[in-house]
């Protein structure tokens, strides 16, 4: 009988440190999130319910939801984030991905792009007179080689828009009910995004025609028809500002749930803080240019730091394959998922 004592307890004790080991490195203090709850305990965590993502903090495992009526274990026993999919997990973190990479290269990108423009237009510029017919240095810039340049531009925001459909993909998997609204916002706000994008570049060799160029190379377009395309650009560039701030606000939101499923506390905290202080420091700062570029970082810090809670639970999900069938699984050795 002794022997058999120890031997569950040498197994209780490699497992606990198996567990340990598979918690993300910069995680292990957040272990209080764990949504553990009894017929004696409630839940000490803001733990969303499967159903209607209503808050379960204080309630016990037999209650049920007072919003939606769900029993409280169905919320539970499908809480750790590690038992999702492991090819969701990497389109995910090959999507947030491909939003730090394009948000990188943009600002490169674009200063390149204005250096072509520059360069182009110093070599078509030609001096005259100023005369009551001729006010003088005429600039003739081609609007093609404009509208060129300005799609060159873009191509960083099609991998951030890219990212942001490819996290907005709906996971076929039961708990997916709880980020489907938030999944669905990033699908829109990146279609609108992306449409209004090429719209606005479309509308470029337009916008720099001939009534405000009238040298070789215009559009031959009349200044009527030049205002009425440059405000159709301007309310097409005001619907691709709801469709980033719709990306932005879902990303944020997908964060803060996922990261409560993987006891990511301080991504959790954070995230939260950011997705008020980024609006509010990229508007009051934006006269300053400096505003935009503060809030720019944060997200792609934030972004990183998600990231790395995704590369934990790919790690969990490799060694709970390589654990031997007889030893008790991650979330029995870590304070249980399950009663």
Same mark, same amino acid.
Request: proline fraction near 8%; glycine fraction near 8%; charge should be positive.
């Given at each position: 009988?002794?022997?058999?004592?120890?031997?569950?307890?040498?197994?209780?004790?490699?497992?606990?440190?198996?567990?340990?080991?598979?918690?993300?490195?910069?995680?292990?203090?957040?272990?209080?999130?764990?949504?553990?709850?009894?017929?004696?305990?409630?839940?000490?965590?803001?733990?969303?319910?499967?159903?209607?993502?209503?808050?379960?903090?204080?309630?016990?495992?037999?209650?049920?939801?007072?919003?939606?009526?769900?029993?409280? #274990?169905?919320?539970?026993?499908?809480?750790?984030?590690?038992? #999702?999919?492991?090819?969701?997990?990497?389109?995910?973190?090959? /999507? =947030?991905?491909?939003?730090?990479?394009?948000?990188? /290269?943009?600002?490169?990108?674009?200063?390149?792009?204005?250096?072509?423009?520059?360069?182009?237009?110093?070599? +078509?510029?030609?001096?005259?007179?100023?005369?009551?017919?001729?006010?003088?240095?005429?600039? /003739?810039?081609?609007?093609?080689?404009?509208?060129?340049?300005?799609?060159?531009?873009?191509?960083?925001?099609?991998?951030?828009?890219?990212?942001?459909? +490819?996290?907005?993909?709906?996971?076929?998997?039961?708990? /997916?009910?709880? =980020?489907?609204?938030? #999944?669905?916002?990033?699908?829109?706000?990146?279609?609108?995004?992306?449409?209004?994008?090429?719209?606005?570049?479309?509308?470029?060799?337009?916008?720099?025609?001939?009534?405000?160029?009238?040298?070789?190379?215009?559009?031959?377009?009349?200044?009527?028809?030049?205002?009425?395309?440059?405000?159709?650009?301007?309310?097409?560039?005001?619907?691709?500002?709801?469709?980033?701030?719709?990306?932005?606000?879902?990303?944020?939101?997908?964060?803060?749930?996922?990261?409560?499923?993987?006891?990511?506390?301080?991504?959790?905290?954070?995230?939260?803080?950011?997705?008020?202080?980024?609006?509010?420091?990229?508007?009051?700062?934006?006269?300053?240019?400096?505003?935009?570029?503060?809030?720019?970082?944060?997200?792609?810090?934030?972004?990183?730091?998600? +990231?790395?809670?995704?590369?934990?639970?790919?790690?969990?999900?490799?060694?709970?394959?390589? #654990?031997?069938?007889?030893?008790?699984?991650?979330?029995?050795?870590?304070?249980?998922?399950?009663?």
């Amino acid at each position: 009988m002794g022997d058999r004592d120890q031997t569950g307890a040498s197994e209780a004790h490699d497992s606990a440190d198996m567990a340990n080991r598979a918690i993300p490195h910069g995680f292990e203090a957040d272990l209080g999130l764990e949504p553990t709850a009894s017929d004696h305990f409630p839940i000490a965590a803001d733990l969303p319910c499967l159903k209607c993502a209503y808050s379960l903090r204080g309630l016990k495992y037999s209650d049920l939801c007072p919003e939606c009526g769900l029993p409280v #274990r169905a919320s539970i026993d499908n809480w750790p984030l590690h038992r #999702r999919d492991p090819e969701a997990i990497r389109r995910e973190h090959r /999507a =947030t991905g491909f939003v730090q990479y394009g948000m990188l /290269a943009y600002p490169i990108v674009v200063l390149s792009a204005m250096g072509l423009q520059i360069a182009y237009a110093a070599q +078509r510029v030609r001096f005259a007179p100023a005369t009551p017919g001729n006010p003088g240095p005429i600039t /003739a810039a081609d609007p093609w080689f404009i509208s060129a340049t300005s799609i060159f531009a873009m191509v960083p925001l099609f991998f951030v828009y890219w990212g942001w459909w +490819r996290l907005g993909i709906r996971e076929p998997e039961p708990r /997916a009910i709880e =980020t489907d609204s938030i #999944r669905q916002w990033l699908r829109v706000g990146a279609v609108i995004a992306c449409v209004s994008a090429i719209v606005q570049v479309l509308a470029t060799p337009f916008s720099a025609a001939a009534p405000f160029t009238p040298t070789p190379g215009g559009m031959g377009v009349s200044a009527g028809a030049a205002i009425v395309i440059m405000g159709i650009s301007f309310l097409v560039s005001i619907a691709g500002l709801f469709g980033l701030c719709a990306c932005f606000f879902a990303s944020m939101a997908l964060i803060i749930r996922l990261g409560h499923r993987g006891r990511a506390g301080d991504l959790v905290r954070k995230a939260r803080r950011d997705r008020i202080a980024i609006p509010i420091v990229t508007v009051l700062l934006a006269c300053v240019v400096i505003g935009p570029v503060i809030g720019a970082v944060l997200y792609y810090i934030r972004l990183a730091q998600f +990231r790395k809670l995704l590369d934990g639970v790919l790690r969990v999900q490799s060694e709970l394959q390589e #654990r031997p069938a007889n030893q008790a699984p991650l979330g029995a050795a870590s304070g249980g998922f399950e009663p």
